[in-house]
């Protein structure tokens, strides 16, 4: 009776902070003991504020709402600052996790999320809004959205480069 009372507590106290979240996948996963099969299912949910702030989580339980809840909990203690240029990246990048490779490269202004259901869901709540991206290798959702973190972390804006180098960013770009 006390957990009971504890959850209805703490879902209560949630704040609204301004970070969304988006559900990229459900699996239903089993493990195999002594007595027989134990399933329970796995959710994968990414979340971001839509300005530059993004993390993915993932979360087992046996029901699948709970599992969910797991994920985006962990998503939210897993966010990272990506860099940005408004709306677009400021490079070319490749992310590579496990067999998969994403390539994403910065579109035009007006082009829009040029992108599959994974890669998709971490672009738009990191607040990229004009990009095209392709997957190479594997297209597992769990490695293709590890990727593309991977290759979000990856990217430096002009300033960032020329504070690194101790240069002006006049010098940088050429």
Known sequence: MAREEFRKKR???VVDDGI???LVTTRRVSKVVKGGRNSSFAALVVAGDGKGRVGIGMGKATEVPEAIKK???AARRDMKKISLNGTAIPHETVGEFSCSKVLLRPAPEGKGVIAGGSVRAVLELCGVNNITTKCYGSRNPINVVKATMKALE???????VAAI???????ILG
Do not use: C, M, P, S
């Open 20 to 22: 969304k979240t988006k």
């Open 71 to 73: 994920a985006e909990q």
């Open 154 to 160: 990856g990217l430096r804006t002009a300033d960032e």
């Open 165 to 171: 180098r101790g240069k002006t960013v006049e010098e």
């Open 11 to 13: 879902d209560k106290d």
